[in-house]
């Protein structure tokens, strides 16, 4: 679940402008500032016409057969602890398996470790996800509880979803291989930032991102599953490989509500597909800069106990 072109980050003024930054007091001053009122964001429009709001309304039965469908229920899920050291084994036998889990990651180089922890922190922002298919016309819960087939959705997928997070942190907890410290205040920061997509609250370009959102979440697992594949760690391999794979189906799920739309929801589409290039712009751009850089950057990571990388 990564964020997309054009998202604001709505940053709190108590957030610092470093972001993590070292492993500073709790009480450091920038820490203690209070949000001003022209810090707070203002009212979210709602582009989404009460008619083309009703559209999604109006779909709930075609959801319930097409949408539905691709959850998977709980008992056919994978479970986090599936793909981690037992911790009912007596302690010498749960402390070999830590042990073996530790010896499996320690080729892998910092550089795998920092993108694992962005794909673990994309995933442990999930309140902020639901937070925003709840501001959504026409398919948020209403009740918290609601038996609209659009509610049940949001809620059975942000329950298949927070597994991910669930699952990366442990692994990234066991292997000893981050400063899990500020690897949890960036969740902080980042879930208390909050976010804002640019979606408008309107339900087709909300779905047409979120379909953007799951295919971008896809290839970054399975890149790290090949790439832990190749470092010689065939279990973190599976980890990152099944979770690649809900965000495979989850894709299909929302491929499909866009597909199932009038051509109000292809325009939500061209629109977003119309990023693509400016996206690519901005990347010649990077790129073109980069080739004028003598010599290459090097930029400290705190999740890595600030040991440098070469970027």
Same mark, same amino acid.
């Given at each position: ?203 087709? @370009? ?6 953007? &959102? #799951? %295919? /971008? ?6 890149? =790290?599953?090949?790439? +832990? ?45 119309? @990023? ?6 901005? &990347? #010649? %751009? /990077? ?6 850089? =003598?010599?290459?950057? +090097? ?13």
């Amino acid at each position: 679940m990564l964020a997309g072109p054009q998202v604001t980050i709505n940053r709190p003024a108590w957030i610092s402008s470093t972001g993590g930054g070292h492993r500073s007091s709790a009480r450091s001053p920038h820490l203690q500032r209070r949000v001003t009122p022209s810090a707070i964001a203002a009212p979210p429009k709602h582009s989404t016409p009460p008619a083309k709001a009703e559209i999604f309304r109006s779909l709930e039965g075609w959801a319930a057969d097409n949408v539905l469908p691709l959850l998977k229920p709980v008992e056919k899920c994978w479970q986090p602890q599936d793909f981690l050291p037992d911790p009912t084994l007596p302690a010498a036998e749960f402390a070999d398996e830590v042990r073996l889990l530790r010896e499996r990651t320690a080729e892998l180089p910092d550089e795998y470790f920092v993108v694992l922890v962005g794909d673990m922190v994309t995933e442990d922002a999930l309140p902020t996800y639901e937070t925003m298919l709840n501001r959504t016309d026409g398919i948020r819960d209403e009740t918290g509880s609601s038996p609209s087939p659009w509610a049940v959705w949001n809620r059975a997928w942000t329950a298949e979803e927070n597994r991910h997070g669930d699952l990366l942190r442990t692994f990234l907890y066991l292997s000893g291989r981050v400063d899990m410290v500020m690897v949890e205040r960036t969740v902080q920061y980042l879930i208390g930032a909050g976010m804002d997509p640019g979606t408008e609250n309107d339900p087709y @370009l909300g779905s047409v991102y979120t379909s953007f &959102q #799951e %295919r /971008a979440t896809f290839v970054s697992h399975a890149n =790290t599953a090949r790439l +832990a594949k190749e470092g010689g760690d065939p279990v973190l391999a599976r980890i990152c490989g099944v979770i690649a794979a809900d965000e495979k189906r989850h894709e299909l799920a929302y491929t499909r509500i866009v597909d199932g739309l009038d051509g109000e929801g292809r325009r939500a589409q061209e629109f977003v597909c119309g @990023l693509a290039q400016r996206i690519r712009r901005l &990347q #010649e %751009r /990077a790129d073109e800069k980069a080739k004028k850089k =003598t010599e290459a950057e +090097a930029v400290k990571f705190s999740w890595i106990f600030d040991r440098e990388m070469v970027l």
